[in-house]
């Protein structure tokens, strides 16, 4: 499956922004979609995941509160909506797919990955 994030962008601390990954390919409701995020001069790491009918999600314990992992699988579309941005949510981000409807957060566990959005959070 093929993978295009979008909705990233420069905002102030407490602001909220609303990524989009776009999915077109195989059959979008046979991946388990996620969000992974890679800050400068750190290893790429888990931010949320969604099941494939969008009914059950996970979210990084220290992100729970803030952000939100949804999918519309009539629009093969997966969504991270978060809020009170603070200044350590800069990364880039990326979503992924894992075929499959197992959960995993490893980033070695996943097969497609989109080219990533950045997201920077300052005054």
């Known amino acids: 499956v093929q993978l295009v994030e979008s909705g990233g962008g420069l905002v102030q601390p407490g602001a909220s922004l609303r990524l989009s990954c776009a999915a077109t390919g195989d059959t979008f409701t046979s991946f388990v979609m996620a969000w992974f995020r890679q800050a400068p001069g750190k290893e790429r790491e888990f931010v949320a995941l969604?099941?494939?009918?969008?009914?059950?999600?996970h979210v990084a314990d220290s992100l729970k509160g803030r952000f939100t992992i949804s999918r519309d699988n009539d629009k093969t579309t997966t969504y991270l909506q978060m809020d009170y941005l603070k200044p350590e949510d800069t990364a880039v981000y990326y979503c992924a797919a894992r075929l499959g409807s197992q959960f995993y957060t490893p980033p070695h566990e996943y097969d497609d990955w989109g080219q990533g959005t950045q997201v920077t959070v300052s005054l």
């Open positions: 969604i099941s494939q009918g969008g009914s059950n999600t």
